[in-house]
């Protein structure tokens, strides 16, 4: 899966994440494209058979999982919005979190799956870094592949922590029933009308690191209104990951979540 990015008309482009600058020579020459697809039409076509091929294996992961009974919930947000802290605290609240599953997506590293296997849950860990390109975001046939190395049979609830970037893992459905983002309270109130694309792909924002309000300008009305506008229909829950508060609401949410095993995509 490549370097591409879909938009909401439907096209799609290529980009070059590991053009290195380890070379001597101006800049300008290496403008436009470098992807080695031809442009225009063509190249739409190409970029289109590659985002089917990924909704086909997305269609293959979720009968999969329905199949295992496993409610899989893709989670996504920027770096350090809290998506590992959260999960922590979820784990330990859960009355069985041997029975919660975790794929971990990092470019690089496995901090964050040995800090979820400590917590109980059953880790696969992809890093992108390693023969998937250094990928900005998680795919449908990335997560085949983590799907493959867990025992669903096990698991009543799986979390896909998304790679941490606020725009590219929302553009690619891996198979999940439920899209949430997490939203800290420091990245500001006008995100999501600067970059809408997470803010429209999920069913739920939960808003974290309320526990920082009060040394903050933050203003969650206005936050609130921002969110409304790019997606009227996404649910908010606030919460902090560190104090615990709005926790128990989140953890409502997973259960009416388990209940209702109505699917969505990205
Ligand atoms: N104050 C505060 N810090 C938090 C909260 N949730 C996460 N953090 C901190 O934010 C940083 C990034 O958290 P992490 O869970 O690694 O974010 P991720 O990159 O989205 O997985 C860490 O230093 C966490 O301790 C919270 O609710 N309140
Ligand atoms: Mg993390």
């Given at each position: 899966m490549g370097r591409f990015h879909r938009h909401d008309d439907e096209t799609g482009h290529g980009h070059g994440h590991g053009h290195g600058h380890d070379h001597d020579h101006?800049?300008?020459?290496?403008?436009?494209?470098?992807?080695g697809y031809e442009t225009g039409a063509d190249r739409i076509v190409v970029l289109e058979r590659i985002f089917d091929e990924n909704d086909r294996r997305a269609a293959e992961n979720r009968r999969v999982l329905d199949d295992a009974g496993v409610l899989t919930i893709n989670l996504m947000s920027s770096?350090?919005?809290g998506k590992t802290t959260l999960l922590e605290r979820t784990l330990r609240t859960l009355p069985a979190p041997e029975r919660v599953g975790v794929i971990e997506g990092d470019i690089e590293t496995s901090i964050d799956a040995d800090r979820l296997a400590a917590a109980g849950a059953r880790v696969s860990l992809l890093n992108t870094a390693d023969g998937f390109g250094g990928e900005c975001h998680l795919d449908a046939p990335m997560v085949a592949d983590a799907l493959g190395r867990?025992?669903?049979?096990?698991?009543?609830v799986l979390f896909v922590e998304n790679v941490?970037?606020?725009?590219?893992?929302?553009?690619?459905?891996?198979?999940?029933?439920r899209s949430v983002m997490i939203y800290a309270i420091?990245?500001?109130?006008e995100k999501p009308l600067k970059y809408p694309v997470m803010f429209r792909a999920?069913?739920?924002?939960?808003?974290?690191?309320?526990?920082l309000l009060p040394h903050l300008d933050f203003d969650l009305d206005l936050f609130r209104a921002n969110l409304a506008t790019v997606n009227p229909g996404a649910e908010v829950i606030e919460l902090s990951a560190r104090s615990g508060e709005g926790l128990e609401q989140w953890t409502r949410w997973i259960d009416a979540a388990r209940s209702q095993p109505a699917t969505s995509g990205a």
């Open positions: 101006p800049h300008d020459e290496h403008l436009g494209d470098h992807s770096p350090g919005a867990l025992d669903l049979d096990g698991l009543d941490g970037n606020l725009v590219c893992p929302a553009e690619f459905d891996v198979g999940a029933h420091t990245e500001g109130e999920v069913d739920v924002v939960l808003v974290n690191k309320l526990d």
